[in-house]
């Protein structure tokens, strides 16, 4: 279960509360109007940003303390999600080993992984050299080295083509049922929160309201998400 | 890559220090200025000669210069580790007999000098005249007076007598020669002095190069170029107003941690072996006449017909007022 | 955990540095009673600002036009140009002013042109000389710097500039200018903060006690006048004079935000026509500018290499293992306050620019006070010597580090810390191959800095230290000009080869 237990954060110019709970295997769109806080929401859980009150929670244990990388989570960025002077495999191999520090049984499941996300054969290319298709499938196939119960997309697809990121979703569905990830996806998009998440979470006005179900959110949607919804 | 150098630094620095506490011999510390130990000067030869008659172990320490080295003394005060202190300049003396640092030398004051110089704390070993040095193929008639100078179009570069002992020699110079009429003599040579240096080496390179006609130095000058390098073209102008004179000398610090040493060191700075060592070593006379007369060579550079000298103390009451008239005609 | 490691690090470095540079000065200041300048000191003060100001305005001015026709021009030897550029920087200050007036002085290479054309002479002596040789000194500072600046730029905005069909002068609105209102400050300070420590060049080529900066009357309080508490209050002038320096330019320098490329090739864009001519003309003008005085130093001092006697090369061995540990301290120092300043704090930097304002001559006699009733000054000589001249360039490798640990941090500290990359793994993974290229040149700067600079071991070398820039001083003492000539030369060709080295390392290890 992630548990966000009275979280409070105040910054600049806004405040974003949160005070809820999604169940291990959840997936969850977040969703709502530009700059109401989507992508902070994410950074509180994933720790890039602290919370003034409040706490995260993963299966009880209490996260708020915790460095990014020693949480139970993989975030997927809008951009800079790889590094661009280390080729593909060096990318993924930080994945599995953040000193980089690789067995061959290693580089074997970095190969797998490849494979697994159509990339066979681009380990050693940096990059620059990549599509921005495959730059998100290395992305992906890294998140699915790291194995991390939860996975975070902020927008990680948004410079993608329709069918591309219809295909990159699709992707991350699988992986999700493979590992049984519980997945938080901002988005934009009310027909990719249909399709791809059973639950929504609604971020506007300061909160990020508890997570409902999509389809009823969505068809019933309260003003505020109406006027987004347009 | 990044450490080793480090690591080896440090183990020189360890083992020198060690090498250094391992000799069993008596140590006599001598602090002394740069050019004075240089591989080309008198140091060298001059710690051979010493050490193979006093069982000891002579050690030079070396500042920048004649000034350098006072202000180095009174940093050290009473912690200094050395018994001599060899090359200050006669100028400069009041103010380093002030520091209460040096005790009598207790040795024979007779000397060679051009003047008459005896002082209870401070013993010459070396003196020279300052000159105005020229190039002679360039320069065929050199001016034989400040007056000459500032009425020719020449350039000269001198040394600024706030960073260096040179530049003070000049403007002690100009007045001990000239008195009252030294602010007129200084705004007249305005316009030949091409420019000032903090120090020698600077002036004199720049002559060297060609970018000055003259250059503020000594009349033994030419005494190197012409023994050293077979080079006869420099050549120092006689001025009718007289010469002044640099004089150095060397005292015995009242804490000597050695001081028979030190009365042995300042015996040998009087004798013969010493002051034949100092003309092609420091170019400079020496301060007694040598048995075997001066360096071929020596003989072909001019001698002044009149030598100025402040004494110990007229120099250093004339010093700050004499650098305010040299200030104000040259801010001009 | 990691970012709290590395700030106390930080802390603790910028007291070690404050303490350093401000222990001599209060060594020296004990005795100070009330504060007033002289008149003499405050005309001093004043030509020291002029100077300064003059020097540093028109040497990143000068140096734009430089850096933008590098940028977007590719040629033949333009590496070795770029390399090159590091050169005037090193040279020993004698060198330079020697090189210099073999080319613009009275008897120099322009006068003898101009009076062969029947023109008449110019002279190098004055104002004008001063601000010669330290655009001569410091243009080609700030043309590297600015340089890194244009690079730093991401292809993917030129490219968006291209396909919005941009002009020029929109490019240079929309993109080149708030790069230049990021660096160009902190160019200015740097020079401007070197120029007024300087000493010997400005009164050389100013010609007389006109041209007295406040750093000669530091010099004569120490040496003449034994007034250590003036020294202290002079070299305080100095410190405040930085100080405020410091925060106009931070006030000034807006950070670009320009986000992080894909590292792909590619520059501004390079427009044919005239502003191709005008870079032509631009790039053989500055080159001819650096050039000429090397030139005349390795004319001077070629006929004698073959004969150096041991003693220079003794002392070249002792200046290549001063350089290279100074260059490893500066580097580890400035490269933990460069990664402590990325993280959006100001205190490194000011840190890191404070050893800029401090006087050579007091921090050398300072320590020597502390130091000397405790050790042997001249078993003290290599450690100190290191220590002063990894401080002293300290601020040259921390602005050079600085604004691309900070690019570093903006673009990838998500991504490095979402992935648990820390410590060690960070450092060699991340950090030193991100920032290989300002590394190398930073490296590259501080080795040739030290190897040139005479620093304070004049002040604490015995007999047998001696450096190679102190051999060149006692070979001129020693009327030996043409030996030093040719020690200077091989003190020049051994301060540009570790430049050019670690340059050419940084440059070969910045992958995309």
């Known amino acids: 279960m992630l548990q966000l237990d009275r979280v409070q954060a105040r910054f600049d110019d806004f405040t974003l509360a949160a ?122 196939a890294r998140a699915l080295l790291r ?81 987004y919804l347009g | 890559m990044t450490k080793s150098p480090l690591a080896l630094a440090i183990c020189t620095a360890v083992l020198a220090t060690a090498a250094m506490a391992q000799t069993d011999k008596p ?164 316009d030949n002095i091409l420019t000032v240096t903090p120090g020698w080496t600077e002036a004199y390179g720049m002559f060297t190069a060609g970018e000055a006609d003259m250059v503020l130095s000594y009349t033994t000058s030419p005494a190197y170029h012409l023994i050293a390098e077979g080079d006869d073209s420099k050549a120092a102008a006689a001025f009718t107003e007289g010469h002044y004179l640099q004089v150095e000398v060397a005292g015995k610090l009242s804490n000597a941690p050695q001081p028979e040493l030190a009365d042995q060191f300042l015996m040998f700075v009087g004798s013969d072996a010493f002051q034949s060592i100092i003309p092609t070593t420091n170019w400079m006379y020496p301060a007694h006449h040598l048995a075997a007369g001066l360096p071929k060579g020596f003989q072909q550079m001019i001698t002044p017909k009149k030598s100025l000298l402040m004494t110990p103390d007229e120099a250093a009451t004339a010093r700050k007022p004499a650098l305010d008239e040299w200030l104000t005609a040259l801010s001009r | ?247 106009v330019a931070t006030r000034l320098a807006l950070p670009t935000g320009f986000g992080a490329g894909q590292g792909r090739a590619g520059g501004p864009p390079a427009p044919k026509g005239w502003p191709l001519r005008l870079d032509v003309l631009v790039i053989i003008f500055a080159a001819m500018f650096l050039a000429l005085p090397i030139l005349a130093v390795v004319l001077d001092g070629l006929p004698g290499m073959l004969d150096l006697p041991p003693q220079v090369w003794q002392a070249a061995a002792r200046s290549l293992i001063i350089a290279l540990a100074s260059t490893a301290i500066s580097l580890g120092v400035a490269l933990t306050l460069a990664l402590a300043a990325a993280r959006g704090r100001n205190w490194p930097g000011f840190a890191a620019s404070l050893p800029l304002a401090a006087s050579s001559l007091v921090l050398g006699t300072g320590l020597f006070l502390i130091l000397q009733p405790y050790f042997r000054p001249a078993s003290l000589a290599l450690p100190v010597t290191m220590a002063i001249n990894a401080a002293l360039s300290l601020p040259f490798a921390f602005r050079i580090l600085a604004p691309e640990a900070r690019s570093l941090f903006d673009d990838y500290n998500r991504l490095t810390s979402s992935l648990g990359i820390t410590g060690f793994a960070r450092l060699r993974f991340v950090v030193l191959p991100r920032l290989s290229r300002p590394l190398g040149f930073a490296a590259g700067l501080v080795a040739a800095l030290s190897m040139g600079d005479l620093g304070v071991i004049a002040l604490f070398a015995g007999e047998g230290e001696a450096t190679l820039p102190l051999l060149v001083q006692r070979l001129m003492g020693a009327y030996r000009i043409q030996t030093a000539a040719s020690a200077a030369l091989l003190l020049v060709s051994l301060s540009f080869a570790l430049f050019w080295g670690f340059d050419q390392w940084g440059r070969r290890h910045a992958s995309a």
């Open chain 1, 19 to 140: 005070d809820w709970q999604v169940p291990k295997g959840a997936r969850v769109a977040v969703i709502g109007p530009s700059g109401a806080g989507k992508s902070t929401l994410l950074s509180l859980i994933g720790g890039f940003l602290m919370p003034d009150q409040g706490r995260v929670l993963w299966q009880g244990r209490d996260l708020t303390r915790e460095d990014p990388g020693a949480r139970p989570m993989t975030t997927l960025f809008q951009d800079q999600n790889l590094f661009p002077h280390l080729t593909i495999a060096q990318n993924l191999g930080l994945g599995i080993s953040p000193s980089l520090r690789l067995t061959a049984a290693d580089y074997d499941r970095i190969e797998a992984a490849l494979a697994h996300t159509g990339l066979a054969g681009f380990g050693t290319r940096k990059p620059a050299q990549l599509s921005g298709g495959q730059q998100s499938r290395a992305a992906l």
């Open chain 1, 147 to 227: 194995d991390k119960p939860i996975l975070l997309l902020d927008e990680p697809f948004a410079a993608l083509g329709p069918a591309l990121k219809r295909e990159m979703l699709g992707l991350v569905t699988l992986l999700a049922d493979e590992t049984g990830a519980t997945v938080l996806m901002v988005t934009h998009d009310p027909a990719e929160a249909r399709t791809f998440a059973p639950l929504t979470c609604l971020v506007e006005g300061g909160i990020a309201h508890a997570p409902q179900a999509t389809a009823a959110l969505l068809d019933n949607p309260p003003p505020a998400l109406a006027d």
């Open chain 2, 27 to 190: 140590v006599l510390n001598v602090l002394t200025y740069d050019s004075f130990t240089s591989e080309w000067g008198p140091g060298p030869l001059v710690e051979k000669t010493f050490e193979a008659q006093c069982g000891c172990d002579l050690v030079f320490s070396a500042v920048g210069d004649g000034a350098e080295l006072l202000a180095r003394l009174q940093l050290e005060g009473k912690n200094s580790t050395a018994s001599v202190v060899l090359g200050l300049d006669s100028n400069l003396i009041t103010l380093a007999a002030a520091t209460g640092l040096f005790t009598p030398h207790g040795q024979n004051t007779a000397n060679d000098l051009p003047v008459p110089f005896a002082d209870p704390l401070f013993l010459p070993y070396d003196w020279g005249w300052f000159a105005v040095v020229y190039d002679k193929t360039k320069l065929p008639n050199a001016p034989d007076s400040f007056e000459a100078l500032a009425a020719s179009d020449l350039k000269i570069v001198i040394q600024d007598p706030r960073s260096s002992t040179p530049g003070l020699g000049l403007l002690l110079w100009v007045k001990a020669a000239y008195g009252d009429r030294a602010p007129e003599i200084w705004s007249a040579l305005a």
């Open chain 3, 1 to 247: 955990m990691a970012d709290r490691a590395l700030s106390l690090t930080a802390a603790g470095l910028a007291v070690g540095i404050g303490l350093l540079l401000l222990a001599p000065l209060a060594a020296l200041g004990l005795g100070l009673q009330g504060f007033s300048l002289a008149p003499a000191e405050l005309a001093a003060l004043r030509f020291t600002l002029w100077q300064a100001v003059l020097s540093a305005g028109l040497s990143v001015a000068l140096a734009i036009p430089v850096a933008r026709a590098l940028a977007r021009r590719r040629f033949r030897g333009r590496d070795l140009l770029i390399s090159t550029l590091g050169a005037p920087f090193i040279l020993p200050v004698i060198v330079a002013v020697l090189g210099l007036l073999a080319v613009f002085g009275r008897a120099g290479w322009v006068n003898q042109t101009l009076t062969g054309l029947g023109l008449s002479p110019v002279s190098i002596y004055g104002l004008q000389g001063v601000v010669l040789a330290h655009v001569f000194f410091n243009m080609p500072l700030a043309v590297r710097m600015i340089l890194h600046g244009w690079q730093a730029i991401p292809a993917e905005r030129f490219r968006l500039a291209a396909s919005l069909g941009f002009s020029p002068a929109d490019t240079m609105r929309h993109i080149e200018r708030p790069m230049l209102r990021a660096v160009l400050p902190g160019v200015a300070l740097v020079i401007f903060v070197i120029c007024l420590t300087s000493f010997a060049v400005a009164l050389t080529l100013g010609g007389g006690p006109k041209a007295t900066t406040v750093e000669l009357a530091i010099y004569q309080a120490l040496r003449f006048d034994f007034d250590l508490a003036g020294a202290a209050r002079l070299a305080l002038v100095q410190f405040a004079l930085c100080t405020a320096a410091y925060a």
